[in-house]
């Protein structure tokens, strides 16, 4: 009888340690495609900011043109500097809340992974530790 305890607490250890290390892997590609998608919405965002940045541009040219003024002189041409300014900062600002958000997401998934390995390897010391004793038994 202490064979088959040994076993079944071999088979049942075994399984719990593959079924812990799956998890930790599953995490950790979990992490890895929200990053992708957070890069993947800052590439959006910066196309949208493009076409405001168009749109804005083609209003103001128009509304100087109808004024009478050339386009891309005086006011205007401040106005578009500015305009373009400000959409570079945010550009810069979503590059870097993006950077940092596939940082943490990645670094979140390594950490997941790590902790289920070790949880894993716990769990397999324990298992045998529980089969010594039901051998001794």
């Known amino acids: 009888m202490t064979w088959l305890a ?11 340690f593959q079924q812990t290390r799956a998890a930790g892997q599953i995490a950790q590609g979990e992490s ?20 405001r940045l168009a749109e804005a541009l083609a209003s103001q040219n128009a509304l100087a043109g109808a004024g009478g003024i ?12 500015a305009d373009v300014k400000a959409e570079e900062v945010a550009t810069e600002r979503d590059q870097f809340q993006t950077n940092l958000s596939v940082m943490t997401g990645l670094a979140r998934g390594s950490i997941a992974r790590k902790q289920a390995n070790t949880a894993a390897n716990i769990g397999l010391l324990r298992g045998g530790a529980k089969a010594v004793a039901a051998a001794d038994n």
């Open 6 to 16: 040994v076993a079944v607490v071999t088979v049942t250890t075994v399984a719990q």
């Open 32 to 51: 890895k495609v929200q990053a992708k998608a957070e890069e993947l919405a800052a590439v959006q965002r910066e196309g949208d900011r493009k076409a």
């Open 70 to 81: 050339a386009a891309f002189e005086g006011s205007p041409l401040t106005i578009l500097k």
